[in-house]
Each structure stands twice: as C-alpha cells, then as structure tokens.
C-alpha cells in the first residue's frame, strides 16, 4: 500500500523560503503525477502543482514566479519551495499522488507552515 | 482557468437523509471530475473519479453523475462518519487543476 510522507520546516518569517519534502513508500515512483496543494486555514484547497518522474514540472500560474517542483527517483521523493514567502503562504500543505485525468488518490498528512515576523 | 461553482457552501442534514451537492464548471470539462471528502485535522479523501466512478474502498452509498459543466455528488444515506467537507477537482485542463469552495456538511 502506498503511503506518503512529508516534512519540513513549519514556522518561517517573511521574505525566507518554504522547503517541503515528501517520500513516497512502498509503490513504484514512475507512472504517476505527484501533487502539491495547500489549503490556508479556514479554506479551500489550492493546487500548487506536479511533476513526473522524469522531472518534467507544472505549476499553477498564480504561484509560478515563486515555486519550485523537484524530484529524486533514486529516494523517491519529490520537493516543494516557495521563495519570498508572505503570510498569504500560511496554509497546511499536502502531497499527494495523482494520475492523468484521475484525481489525487493518496495523500500525505499535511504540514502546517505559518509564515510570521 | 475553470472555475468550479459548488451548491450549497453549508447543508444541515440529519442521519438517513439522501443530500445531493452540485459542482458547476465554467468550462466543459467532460467527465474529468473528482470528488473528495475531507473531516477536520485530515488530508482529503478520492471519493469519485471521471464523475461517477467510486474509488475502491468507498462505500456504495456515495455515487456521482454529470458531464460537461454540472456535476452531481449524492450519499443516499447520511451515515454520522459522512459529515465533513466535500470538495469537487477538475482534471480536464491545466495548469492549474482547479477546486470547487467545497460543502461543508453538518449534522442538523
């Protein structure tokens, strides 16, 4: 059974950059889309954006200035970063898999990042 | 983008109700919808993918229907674990893959 789990720093300041990395276990790396979405408190979900395994990535526009989508086959894991962060940025981040015209099938458990002076 | 209009924002129903949430889209998007559930503290859950087609697992309560621009998530029998949030995605075009505002389902 494949599972998802991510990590990272939780607490940063204006202007610094938010880094994220989830590991994906027990399933194969290739195949799939794997996701970013963040969800700011009280809200809805907002896709960040994904990338293969072959490390071909795309982001959502509003975000697209400021992101970074990475992957590491040989770990199996794949990275968020977010420059120049604002508290517009604070929001529980997840991960997740997805496949082409599917949806997001398995999720990791989320990271609270708050962004505060 | 696509927006995605959910209907309503809030719903208060009682356990053994049949409840139905609307999904609209600016855009046809055919069948490439997802719905999912998400409860407090929790990431959210695959639900119903291409519109009508239950993720394993899922109980058989949950069904969805639709094509093109509206789009149906119904549980024919409130059970006490299904009040949470529902949220529909599309997957037709990106970037980005859009989110309806989702349903917050309570318990009346």
């Known amino acids: 059974q494949v599972q998802l789990q991510q990590w990272g720093a939780g607490l940063l300041k204006p202007s610094e950059t938010l880094s994220l990395t989830c590991a994906v276990y027990?399933?194969?790396?290739?195949?799939?889309?794997w996701s970013w979405i963040r969800q700011p408190p009280g809200k809805g979900l907002e896709w960040i954006g994904e990338i293969n395994h072959a490390g071909v990535s795309t982001l959502n526009p509003s975000l697209k200035s400021r992101v970074t989508i990475s992957v590491d086959t040989s770990k199996k894991y794949f990275s968020l970063k977010v420059r120049s962060v604002t508290a517009a940025d604070t929001a529980m981040y997840y991960c997740a898999r997805g496949w082409v015209h599917y949806g997001l099938d398995v999720w990791g458990q989320g990271t609270t990042v708050t962004v505060s002076s | 983008d696509i927006q995605l209009t959910q209907s309503p924002s809030f719903l208060s129903a009682s356990v053994g109700d049949r409840v139905t949430i609307t999904c609209r889209a600016s855009?046809?998007?055919?069948?490439?919808l997802a719905w999912y559930q998400q409860k407090p503290g929790k990431a959210p859950k695959l639900l119903i993918y291409?519109?009508?087609t239950l993720q394993s697992g899922v109980p058989s309560r949950f069904s969805g229907s639709g094509s093109g621009t509206e789009f149906t998530l119904t549980i024919s029998s409130l059970q006490s674990e299904d009040f949470a949030a529902y949220y529909c995605?599309?997957?037709?075009?990106?970037?980005?893959?859009?989110f309806g505002q989702g349903t917050k389902l309570e318990i009346k």
């Open positions: 855009q046809d998007v055919n069948t490439y």
């Open positions: 995605q599309q997957v037709h075009s990106y970037p980005p893959y859009t």
């Open positions: 291409a519109a009508s």
């Open positions: 027990g399933g194969s790396f290739s195949g799939y889309y």
